[in-house]
């Protein structure tokens, strides 16, 4: 498995504001996603984040609101930009350690609320 | 489109009460089924990956197992500590996207 962390762990942010979550990684992985999970819900994949290359993102989520970077191996973060209190959940980055293992593995969270 | 449902939605147990919680899903070619186990505030923690009917995997108290519609967790004589959300999630042949479930709440009184 890898060591997943990421900052910061929660934050209570006002309406219209920016925040830019973190997700850094013990050892360098393949595949790196970010995930959404609202309160009492389950997972929803926002988007894979690709090594050099722009995200792919899911239906229902675009660059412009949740714009992704991943300049290396090991690192990505993902934005989530002009907030609203509909953006309150937490965000889960996940990673595939290597290519010939499909386990997705979660780092611990960044509770987010919005007022 | 692939699909988990997940049942019971919640589910009281008293320690040493054994049960099973159920996954089902709908998919063009499984790749994988995945067990997780979520505390509260927390990130999913990976518990087993089935691959193929008829297959099962145990940790402790907990075996799962796998048929070509649904998955079963097994929890023999659990304990308090057992308790939290348990995540279903399958990923299909065409994709390397994850589907989950609901997930079914379990909690286990001492």
């Known amino acids: 498995s890898a060591v997943i962390s990421q900052k910061p762990s929660r934050d209570i942010c006002q309406r219209g504001t920016s925040l830019t979550i973190q997700c850094q990684v013990d050892?360098?992985?393949?595949?790196m996603f970010w995930y959404r999970q609202q309160p009492g819900q389950s997972l929803t994949l926002i988007a894979t984040a690709n090594q050099g290359s722009e995200a792919t993102y899911e239906s229902g989520f675009v660059i412009d609101k949740f714009p992704i970077s991943r300049p290396n191996l090991t690192f990505s973060t993902l934005t989530v930009s002009n907030m609203s209190p509909e953006d309150s959940s937490i965000y889960l980055c996940?990673?595939?350690?290597?290519?010939?293992?499909?386990?997705?593995?979660f780092g611990p969270g960044t509770r987010l609320l919005v007022l | 489109e692939d699909q988990v449902t997940q049942s019971p939605e919640a589910l009281r147990l008293q320690e040493g009460e054994s049960s099973s919680l159920n996954c089902s899903y709908t998919v063009s070619g499984l790749r994988g089924l995945f067990w997780y186990r979520q505390d509260p505030g927390k990130g999913p923690e990976f518990l087993f990956t089935?691959?193929?009917a008829g297959e099962e995997k145990e940790k402790e108290r907990l075996k799962a197992t796998l048929t070509k519609k649904e998955s079963f967790l097994h929890i023999t004589a659990p304990k308090p500590e057992d308790s939290a959300t348990y995540l279903c999630a399958v990923q299909g042949a065409d994709g390397q996207n994850f589907v989950f479930g609901p997930g079914t709440r379990l909690s286990v009184l001492p």
């Open positions: 089935l691959y193929s």
């Open positions: 996940s990673v595939t350690p290597r290519l010939a293992e499909e386990t997705q593995y």
């Open positions: 050892s360098q992985v393949t595949m």
